[in-house]
């Protein structure tokens, strides 16, 4: 395209070309759409070639859709689990977003798993590919840490467990574990800066790099062209190349929709639930992963003492470092899997350790009647809470805007509340925990002298709960029913 003006087109009546010649005159998109769509594929279209676009479809709707998320998330302690169960109880089509959210992130895992399998058993990493296979295993490690910085924001009970479970593996790393642990939480608990780091991490440095390495790979890809099929010279390919367009691009979209319809139709049937707001004094919770880490959470329970240091952090180093090195190690140009024993049967055998291990794991936690009925308790918790209707956090509901209530009888109750650890059940503010249920509106339901009677002799459902008798001076008792009973 010149920028001289022929006659013709000075003569075009047509404004939508006249717009996209002064475009392209001023941007070159002509040439950058020419660059995009006219990708010559060796041997043609295929639905093979599905899982990178559709990786990138995926990321996408994260991103739209954590987008929506963010709108609400306030990424505290105090406020998180409120802000989370209000996105799903009353948030218009809030549930749906959250569900395509957290769902798109096993499917991302999915067609990882697939992309990879498929590029080891295609040898499409071989022939000046190794900067291609590289960005990918960081785009790997990057999606892994995406998927467990953004389990912990619900802030609920599995949430905090699985990802403290996370986290004191990283004071097995030698010397510097503990500091890193300390790093990683933002001090020696999880708490209100574990999720500000993890929010930090999920929003805006993963995402940011995650971007750059997207831009990396698709760029590297561009610059190899498609390896084609297993037949196929990786380096001078000699199969008559088809365009991209039309042909992969109608594929690629016609999988983007297959997917986005998926999830659809789990968000609509299963929606993602949440738990009760986290107890961390709740020490008969048992903390499972999401399934992708299942197997890994599986092989630590086989470790103990020193050799979760080698089984948990040296061994999972060195395959990484393995993995991040095949093209460097397997530089030949043959690709058909069959003639590659070695690469194809390493990976074929990891695939099956990994299975079994996340086989063994679900195996275990049924077989055990003790574990197996603790899950139970634990679902039915979870079900219980997401069939309550949403608990807005009152004045009263927050220990710290307690403090501004005047009254100094109410003030020392709260002292003496949070001394006898009744929060450690009953929730800071008395609003509930998974262990006992909220104290609000107690001031309805008893007198103070009934509070006060009550409390000096639990009654059967609180003590079989673990709730012991209180014996405390009477004024001590008057203040902490006045704090108890001004709660709603
Ligand atoms: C080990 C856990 C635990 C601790 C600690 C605990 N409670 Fe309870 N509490 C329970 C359970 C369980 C119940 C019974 C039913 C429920 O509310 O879940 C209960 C019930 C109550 C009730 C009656 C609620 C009602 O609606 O009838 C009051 C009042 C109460 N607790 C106050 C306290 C105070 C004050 C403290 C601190 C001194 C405290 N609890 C510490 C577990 C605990």
Redesign the pocket.
């Known amino acids: 395209m010149t920028d001289k003006i022929t006659p013709k087109q000075a003569a075009s009546p047509n404004a939508g070309t006249r717009l996209v010649n002064w475009l392209d005159q001023r941007t070159g998109v002509h040439s950058l759409l020419h660059e995009a769509l006219d990708e010559p594929i060796p041997g043609g279209a295929g639905w093979a070639y599905v899982f990178g676009s559709g990786l990138l479809f995926l990321f996408v709707s994260q991103v739209i859709t954590g987008i929506c998320l963010a709108l609400y998330y306030v990424p505290s302690a105090d406020h998180a689990h409120t802000i989370v169960s209000y996105i799903v109880k009353e948030v218009t089509a809030g549930s749906f977003i959250r569900s395509i959210h957290a769902y798109g992130s096993s499917g991302i895992i999915i067609l990882l798993a697939l992309h990879i399998g498929q590029t080891i058993l295609y040898g499409s990493y071989k022939g000046r590919r190794e900067l291609l296979w590289l960005s990918g295993c960081i785009l790997l490690a990057l999606m892994l840490g995406m998927a467990f910085t953004g389990y912990l924001l619900p802030w609920d009970e599995k949430a905090y467990f699985a990802s403290a479970v996370g986290t004191n593996l990283i004071a097995e790393v030698p010397f510097i574990g503990s500091l890193l642990q300390k790093l990683v939480r933002g001090g020696d608990q999880m708490g209100t800066l574990t999720i500000s780091r993890f929010y930090v991490l999920h929003v805006f440095i993963l995402p940011a790099l995650l971007i750059a390495f997207i831009a990396a790979h698709v760029f590297f890809f561009r610059k190899a062209g498609a390896a084609g099929p297993i037949k196929e010279d990786p380096v001078h390919p000699k199969l008559p190349p088809v365009p991209f367009y039309p042909r992969q691009v109608v594929i690629d979209a016609v999988f983007a929709i297959v997917l986005i319809s998926v999830l659809a139709i789990v968000a609509i049937k299963i929606p993602m639930d949440l738990g009760p707001r986290t107890n961390p004094a709740d020490t008969a919770f048992l903390p499972r992963p999401e399934w992708y880490y299942r197997p890994a959470f599986q092989w630590l329970k086989y470790l103990s003492g020193s050799w979760s240091l080698i089984g948990g952090i040296i061994l999972p180093a060195v395959l990484a470092l393995i993995f991040a090195a095949v093209p460097f190690l397997d530089r030949r140009l043959e690709r058909r899997p069959w003639r590659r024993p070695i690469v194809v049967g390493a990976f074929l055998l990891f695939l099956i350790a990994y299975t079994s291990l996340g086989v063994a794991s679900y195996r275990d936690d049924y077989r055990d009647p003790g574990v197996s009925a603790q899950m139970r308790k634990q679902d039915e918790d979870t079900k219980n809470f997401m069939q309550k209707p949403f608990v807005p956090e009152t004045a009263a509901g927050s220990a710290s805007a307690a403090l501004v209530a005047a009254d100094p009888k109410v003030l020392k109750g709260l002292a003496?509340?949070q001394a006898?650890?009744?929060n450690?059940?009953?929730g800071d503010g008395?609003v509930?925990t998974a262990?006992?249920?909220?104290?609000t509106g107690?001031g309805q339901?008893?007198t103070d002298p009934q509070?006060i009677a009550?409390?000096h002799s639990?009654?059967i459902?609180?003590t079989?709960?673990?709730?012991?008798p209180?014996d405390l001076k009477q004024d001590d008792m008057e203040e902490?029913s006045a704090y108890?009973r001004q709660l709603h």
Do not use: D, E, V
């Open positions: 003496i509340f006898n650890s009744c450690s059940c009953h008395g509930g262990a006992a249920g909220p104290l107690i339901k008893y509070l009550l409390l639990p009654n459902q609180m079989a709960g673990g709730m012991t209180l902490l108890l």
